[in-house]
């Protein structure tokens, strides 16, 4: 991995140490009886402590008995301490004596990839990174549960590859696998409850109303910048780039079709048994903002077809799925609503001990990610499956800047002889970082 010289890291490391103790061996005694030896434990370290990292992940690990968080990271540090202070409170209510002081603060993602006491570490960055961290992650020895999607479409083949040959548990982390009307749509579809299915509809939000503004500002203080950016293009400070509004930006991000296109697609892929492949040709429009800061799509309406003869539209404005068949159909609108369907004999059907029954863990994707490092197997979602589902989302953007039909290739990953689509599957890292 890149380590540049920082001039700030020792001031930040001064500014954290009133709070961060070391490390301490943490025993079963210490954190109460009933959790698993802590030989039987995996070692957790959090990558991005923001909403996310700790609403979500966090919290999700923590709620885990056989796991242990015992270090985390963000380059802003209100972010840091509040992610601190949940673990730690977490674990304090289950020591003897109400005192624990086991988490261990840093800014820098790499001061926990290069630590050799943990087993996996969560990514939950902006996703201009999730790939280069996590490559750098596998590569130094850890499984790895990351935030989606991808930025582009060569980073997530790297991803792919990587995993499979490091050997490494890598989960895309998505709720959507387990939670049940998904799960249930998915195999409704594949066994054939609405016939032959001819046609997918899929509803995203759509982008940001504003069109954010660029103006220069001084960067926080306790905030890391030139290592938020990392590979990005260098670009000043404004606060609209950041947190939560980086998802309207092409350096960081692929707008909403990327962002939510991995929950509602993902579903498309499974339902339709091709998780390993995707579409042959898409065409679509889209509206950006002309000018301001946010530049991804924020109005979108997008036509795939895939080799099997299904036909997927994607349009923004709300959030559902229908599935249309040869003998009826079903889908829901809103996330995580009720099924509905053409014939309420769908919606009863039982799936037979002969039929396909797709993984799934209701638990959640903490518990499977854990079930499957304990079991060095694939988690429900695997590197692989999360990089096609976000090549959806890729080149329906593509498609989108070029302003034209484009058929795609997904076997050799590729628009064949389309110089000017290709150009769109990557983009430059800037240095020292690289892949």
Same mark, same amino acid.
Not at 168 to 176: A, C, H, L
């Given at each position: 991995m890149p *380590? !540049?010289?920082r001039t700030t890291r020792r001031t930040f490391l001064?500014?954290?140490a009133a709070a961060a103790v070391a490390p301490a061996v943490v025993t079963s005694a210490a954190l109460?009886?009933? *959790? !698993?030896a802590p030989s039987q434990r995996i070692t957790v370290g959090m990558i991005g402590l923001g909403g996310q990292g700790v609403g979500r992940n966090l919290r999700g690990f923590l709620a885990q008995d056989d796991a242990q968080v015992i270090a985390g990271c963000d380059v802003d540090r209100n972010h840091l301490y509040r992610g601190k202070q949940v673990a730690e409170q977490h674990y304090a209510r289950q020591a003897r004596g109400g005192r624990f002081r086991g988490f261990d603060p840093t800014h820098d993602f790499r001061d926990i990839i290069d630590r050799d006491d943990l087993d996996a570490v969560c990514i939950s960055t902006p996703d201009h990174w999730h790939v280069p961290m996590s490559v750098y992650a596998m590569r130094a020895g850890k499984d790895v549960i990351c935030e989606k999607p991808t930025l582009t479409v060569r980073q997530g083949r790297i991803l792919a590859d990587t995993a499979a040959r490091c050997g490494?548990?890598?989960?895309?982390?998505?709720?959507?696998r387990s939670v049940a009307v998904y799960h249930r749509m998915a195999e409704l579809v594949r066994n054939g409850r609405i016939g032959r299915l001819e046609r997918v509809r899929?509803?995203?939000?759509?982008?940001?109303?504003r069109p954010g503004d660029p103006t220069p500002q001084p960067v926080p203080e306790g905030f890391d910048w030139a290592l938020w950016l990392g590979p990005a293009p260098w670009a000043p400070y404004t606060k609209d780039r950041t947190h939560w509004d980086f998802r309207w930006i092409?350096?960081?991000?692929?707008?909403?079709?990327?962002d939510w296109g991995a929950h509602q697609l993902d579903t498309v892929q499974w339902a339709n048994d091709t998780e390993l492949t995707g579409p042959v040709a898409v065409e679509g429009r889209g509206k950006a903002h002309p000018d301001g800061l946010f530049d991804t799509f924020h109005e979108y309406h997008l036509n795939y077809r895939y080799a099997n003869g299904v036909e997927l539209l994607v349009d923004s404005g709300g959030t559902g799925l229908r599935f249309e068949g040869t003998d009826g159909w079903l889908g829901n609108t809103g996330w995580r609503r009720p099924i509905e369907a053409s014939s309420p004999d769908i919606l009863t059907s039982r799936i037979g001990a002969g039929e396909v029954h797709l993984t799934t863990c209701p638990a959640g994707e903490h518990r499977d990610f854990l079930d499957a490092v304990h079991?060095?197997?694939?988690?429900?979602?695997?590197?692989?499956f999360g990089h096609r589902t976000a090549t959806i989302a890729h080149i329906g953007n593509i498609a989108m800047w070029t302003g034209r039909q484009l058929t795609w290739d997904p076997v050799k990953e590729e628009f064949p002889g389309d110089a000017e689509a290709n150009r769109y599957l990557d983009r430059a890292m800037r240095a020292p970082w690289a892949l």
């Open positions: *380590r !540049p010289s001064r500014q954290m109460g009886a009933g *959790r !698993p490494r548990v890598f989960q895309t982390s998505t709720e959507d899929v509803q995203l939000p759509a982008g940001p109303g092409i350096d960081y991000s692929g707008g909403m079709l990327t079991a060095r197997r694939d988690p429900y979602q695997p590197a692989e």
